[in-house]
């Protein structure tokens, strides 16, 4: 008796599609999967959970419907990003955080924002508004990692872009000098625009960061809309953010006990790129690595330095 083609036929696994890879160096950077904090969060939230799947590298905006990456191929489900993913993952019984209260729950939002608002904030200044680290490192990489022509367009539009989106939550929050909202970057010339949606071109988010104040160290900002007194702000932040996080973490191994949970994906996707992506200027590593924090990352990257999950190209 043979079994029909249906009972023989395993299930397809669920294929991420992430901005990267990063390109061939052979420094710190190669242990990530992905150069982009949101992809490597979902891909460690995703390894936490043991969660079957494929990767596919892309650096074009088109492998997803929105433009915006990650986005994860689920059978007849195409769900675009980081947010939705986790949330769609939740909906199919892998919740990381179904352990916790309701106030752990809170907590861990609370602290996912900080991350995801404020030191995204530092991190987009150190990469774009820097003119050593810009010109130096991020420029190349990225005219290598998207294809030809955009690979020259792309970087210079991102930059703008960037720039602004910082400006404009220092401004919001009531932590830029300026008096004036920050104009808005000129737009992209149309055949770029489709590339310009993917990577660190995404969407802004609905609310701008939160104030954190207190001295911190000197930046030089590659344009007007962020001034020298705005950037020590940015890295001081940053400062308060990792210390915070690691009173958090305290002696625990992760941030709620001895399971993962979304906090530590998101932490770790974050910390990860900041720490290893090699900058001329590396301000926050240096912030890092007087933190306890820096075990997150230290402890995690295994999951990135084995050939598991496969990797679709």
């Given at each position: 008796?043979?079994?029909?083609p249906?009972?023989?036929?395993?299930?397809?696994?669920?294929?991420?599609?992430?901005?990267?890879p990063?390109?061939?160096?052979?420094?710190?950077?190669?242990?990530?999967?992905?150069?982009d904090?949101?992809?490597?969060?979902?891909?460690?939230?995703?390894?936490?959970?043991k969660i079957?799947f494929?990767?596919?590298?892309?650096?074009?905006?088109?492998?997803?419907?929105?433009?915006?990456?990650?986005?994860?191929?689920?059978?007849?489900?195409?769900?675009?990003?980081?947010?939705?993913?986790?949330?769609?993952?939740?909906?199919?019984g892998?919740?990381?955080?179904?352990?916790?209260?309701e106030?752990?729950?809170?907590?861990?939002?609370?602290?996912?924002?900080?991350?995801e608002?404020?030191?995204?904030?530092?991190?987009?200044?150190?990469?774009?508004?820097?003119?050593?680290?810009?010109?130096?490192?991020?420029?190349?990489?990225?005219?290598?990692?998207?294809?030809?022509?955009?690979?020259?367009?792309?970087?210079?539009?991102?930059?703008?872009?960037?720039?602004w989106?910082?400006?404009q939550?220092?401004?919001?929050?009531?932590?830029?000098?300026?008096?004036?909202?920050?104009?808005?970057?000129?737009?992209?010339?149309?055949?770029?625009?489709?590339?310009?949606?993917?990577?660190?071109?995404?969407?802004?988010?609905?609310?701008?960061?939160?104030?954190v104040a207190?001295?911190?160290?000197?930046?030089?900002?590659?344009?007007?809309?962020i001034?020298?007194?705005?950037?020590?702000?940015?890295?001081?932040?940053?400062?308060?953010?990792?210390?915070?996080?690691?009173?958090?973490?305290?002696?625990?191994?992760?941030?709620?006990?001895?399971?993962p949970?979304?906090?530590?994906?998101?932490?770790?996707?974050?910390l990860?790129?900041?720490?290893?992506?090699?900058?001329?200027?590396?301000?926050?590593?240096?912030?890092?690595?007087?933190?306890?924090?820096?075990f997150?990352?230290?402890?995690?990257?295994?999951?990135?330095?084995?050939?598991?999950?496969?990797?679709?190209?």
């Open positions: 008796m043979t079994s029909s249906a009972a023989e036929a395993e299930p397809a696994p669920l294929v991420l599609v992430s901005w990267g990063p390109p061939p160096s052979g420094a710190a950077d190669q242990a990530l999967a992905s150069l904090p949101f992809c490597l969060s979902v891909q460690a939230y995703m390894r936490f959970q079957d494929a990767v596919n590298n892309s650096n074009d905006a088109g492998s997803s419907p929105s433009g915006e990456l990650p986005v994860l191929f689920d059978q007849d489900d195409v769900v675009a990003g980081s947010a939705a993913v986790l949330s769609h993952l939740r909906s199919k892998f919740n990381a955080d179904f352990s916790l209260t106030q752990q729950r809170a907590d861990a939002k609370a602290y996912c924002s900080l991350v608002d404020q030191l995204l904030d530092a991190q987009l200044f150190a990469w774009w508004s820097d003119n050593v680290n810009y010109n130096k490192a991020v420029q190349p990489m990225m005219a290598k990692a998207v294809p030809w022509p955009w690979g020259y367009v792309q970087p210079r539009q991102m930059r703008k872009t960037n720039e989106k910082v400006a939550h220092l401004y919001h929050s009531g932590r830029q000098s300026s008096l004036a909202p920050p104009p808005p970057p000129p737009p992209a010339p149309k055949a770029a625009q489709n590339v310009l949606k993917s990577s660190y071109a995404r969407p802004d988010p609905a609310a701008p960061a939160a104030t207190g001295p911190g160290a000197a930046a030089i900002a590659a344009s007007g809309l001034t020298g007194s705005d950037a020590d702000q940015l890295y001081s932040m940053a400062r308060k953010c990792y210390a915070a996080l690691s009173a958090k973490l305290g002696q625990q191994t992760y941030f709620f006990g001895e399971h949970t979304t906090l530590d994906a998101v932490v770790f996707g974050h990860a790129v900041q720490y290893l992506f090699p900058l001329p200027v590396h301000k926050l590593k240096a912030l890092i690595s007087g933190n306890f924090i820096l997150v990352v230290q402890r995690n990257l295994h999951f990135h330095r084995v050939p598991k999950p496969r990797r679709l190209y």
